[in-house]
């Protein structure tokens, strides 16, 4: 029996199973088993080198956002229309076959776009192109679900969990959950948080499943069975996404206000050009990017080009800064002066842990010695021991 026919298997047993107390830990043990089946179901086939069929792409600028859905909802047409860069759109599925990148400038910014080729129920197990483009979404920053507003509301939750199959987390952190494998001193567990959705058996009997004997378990929260799965696989990706509803000029008014209402959903028409300067600034504000401009010592700051940063990824402290910058820079500074929304008065004297805000001005003030010319220091230095030889020869040091 294949991959997909014991998950198969195993989502009917759990469909056949009530839910009760009595079969809580039955039904933890029958989701840990899917867990790890889904898992084997990642890995790359042997002998494949992975990927290929025009789906890497190189990343680009200072974020990267894809674009997922079904066929036709207008995926290809809005990129064409975001970034200039021409791709395919027609009114037949499947138009486009690879992944097409296209770059948005918004704030000083470079933003890549992906258009992806359509997927449809059964992707996460292979159907269509489906394993690549969601290999392309867990690569990116933001997904932007591209969704026709005239066509089932369903759509969004098949989307949903076919990228939750393929261990895809949208618009969720992670749980708050220690957990770290032992070599001996089996399992020991602890919460900080009253657990009401999972108890110390149910625990142990997952990682019984896992067959994981020595381990230390913490619980911060009220974590589900499910977290705790997705803690012990350790490879999930906990990623943004914006419920893009494109086609909005082809359905009525109070439609299109239900929509705009829901969670995390942002409706749009390609075709009237409607709402895409929202999406932008949607699209920009999840992105949480950092500018940071920096000012040379009695100089005006440098506006053309920011130093772009994350918070979400690689940080946004003065130390991140001065890693973009430079490798040594770190090393010279003495403090940064900063000016902007992070500082609490203008310039606020600040050390490596500040964390910087978009738009903030940094100048970074380095160590006098280096500043007054470290190579002539060493130098100096260097010559130290033929030096105090000559002064031993004088005068010793030791009578
Ligand atoms: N009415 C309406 N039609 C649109 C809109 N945007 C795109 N379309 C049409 O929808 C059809 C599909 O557009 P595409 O851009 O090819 O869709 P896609 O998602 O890239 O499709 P695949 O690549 O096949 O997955 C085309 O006929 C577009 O002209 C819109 O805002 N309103
Ligand atoms: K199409
Ligand atoms: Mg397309």
Same mark, same amino acid.
């Given at each position: 029996m294949?991959?997909?026919?014991?998950?198969?298997?195993?989502?009917?047993? @759990?469909a056949r199973t009530q839910k009760n107390k009595a079969t809580e830990y039955h039904l933890g043990q029958l989701k840990a088993k899917i867990a790890k089946l889904r898992t084997q179901l990642l890995e790359p086939p042997k002998g494949s080198s992975g990927g290929g069929d025009g789906f890497e792409v190189t990343k680009y600028g200072h974020g990267r956002v894809a674009l997922i859905g079904f066929p036709s909802v207008g995926k290809s047409t809005l990129l064409t229309m975001l970034t200039g860069t021409h791709s395919e759109a027609a009114s037949y599925e499947f138009t486009t076959l690879t992944c097409i990148p296209g770059v948005i400038r918004y704030n000083d910014t470079k933003i890549q776009l992906l258009d992806l080729p359509g997927i449809i129920e059964g992707a996460s197990e292979g159907k269509g192109r489906g394993r690549q483009v969601i290999a392309v979404a867990k690569s990116s920053d933001l997904v932007l679900m591209v969704l026709d507003a005239s066509k089932s509301e369903g759509h969004r939750q098949i989307l949903t969990k076919e990228l939750e199959a393929v261990g895809l987390r949208l618009n969720k952190r992670p749980p708050q959950i220690y957990f770290k494998k032992k070599k001996t001193g089996g399992i020991s567990f602890n919460t900080t948080a009253p657990l009401t959705r999972i108890d110390e058996k149910l625990c142990y009997q997952i990682l019984h499943e896992y067959k994981i004997h020595n381990a230390e378990v913490l619980f911060r929260e009220d974590a589900t069975v499910d977290d705790f799965i997705d803690v012990i696989e350790g490879n999930r990706k906990y990623i943004k996404c914006v419920y893009v509803y494109n086609k909005i000029d082809v359905v009525g008014?109070?439609?299109?206000?239900r929509?705009? #209402?829901?969670?995390?959903?942002? %409706?749009?028409?390609? +075709? !009237?050009? !409607? +709402?895409?300067?929202?999406?932008?600034?949607? @699209?920009?504000?999840? @992105?949480? !990017?950092?500018r940071v401009y920096t000012k040379p010592q009695g100089q005006q700051p440098d506006f053309d080009e920011p130093f772009v940063l994350s918070a979400d990824r690689g940080g946004c402290t003065v130390e991140d800064f001065c890693n973009h910058v430079h490798k040594t820079l770190v090393k010279d500074m003495k403090y940064a002066l900063v000016w902007g929304r992070s500082a609490r008065h203008y310039p606020q004297h600040c050390g490596l842990s500040h964390r910087l805000e978009d738009e903030d001005v %940094?100048?970074?003030?380095? =160590?006098?010695?280096?500043?007054?010319?470290? #190579?002539?220091?060493? =130098?100096?230095?260097? +010559?130290?021991?033929?030096?105090?030889?000559?002064?031993?020869?004088k005068a010793p040091l030791k009578q």
């Amino acid at each position: 029996m294949g991959i997909i026919e014991r998950i198969k298997e195993i989502e009917a047993e @759990m469909a056949r199973t009530q839910k009760n107390k009595a079969t809580e830990y039955h039904l933890g043990q029958l989701k840990a088993k899917i867990a790890k089946l889904r898992t084997q179901l990642l890995e790359p086939p042997k002998g494949s080198s992975g990927g290929g069929d025009g789906f890497e792409v190189t990343k680009y600028g200072h974020g990267r956002v894809a674009l997922i859905g079904f066929p036709s909802v207008g995926k290809s047409t809005l990129l064409t229309m975001l970034t200039g860069t021409h791709s395919e759109a027609a009114s037949y599925e499947f138009t486009t076959l690879t992944c097409i990148p296209g770059v948005i400038r918004y704030n000083d910014t470079k933003i890549q776009l992906l258009d992806l080729p359509g997927i449809i129920e059964g992707a996460s197990e292979g159907k269509g192109r489906g394993r690549q483009v969601i290999a392309v979404a867990k690569s990116s920053d933001l997904v932007l679900m591209v969704l026709d507003a005239s066509k089932s509301e369903g759509h969004r939750q098949i989307l949903t969990k076919e990228l939750e199959a393929v261990g895809l987390r949208l618009n969720k952190r992670p749980p708050q959950i220690y957990f770290k494998k032992k070599k001996t001193g089996g399992i020991s567990f602890n919460t900080t948080a009253p657990l009401t959705r999972i108890d110390e058996k149910l625990c142990y009997q997952i990682l019984h499943e896992y067959k994981i004997h020595n381990a230390e378990v913490l619980f911060r929260e009220d974590a589900t069975v499910d977290d705790f799965i997705d803690v012990i696989e350790g490879n999930r990706k906990y990623i943004k996404c914006v419920y893009v509803y494109n086609k909005i000029d082809v359905v009525g008014i109070d439609d299109v206000d239900r929509l705009a #209402r829901q969670p995390n959903s942002i %409706v749009i028409s390609c +075709n !009237l050009k !409607l +709402n895409l300067d929202r999406l932008l600034a949607r @699209m920009w504000e999840e @992105m949480g !990017l950092v500018r940071v401009y920096t000012k040379p010592q009695g100089q005006q700051p440098d506006f053309d080009e920011p130093f772009v940063l994350s918070a979400d990824r690689g940080g946004c402290t003065v130390e991140d800064f001065c890693n973009h910058v430079h490798k040594t820079l770190v090393k010279d500074m003495k403090y940064a002066l900063v000016w902007g929304r992070s500082a609490r008065h203008y310039p606020q004297h600040c050390g490596l842990s500040h964390r910087l805000e978009d738009e903030d001005v %940094v100048q970074i003030v380095k =160590k006098k010695e280096r500043e007054e010319g470290g #190579r002539g220091r060493f =130098k100096t230095h260097s +010559n130290a021991p033929a030096r105090i030889a000559d002064r031993e020869k004088k005068a010793p040091l030791k009578q």
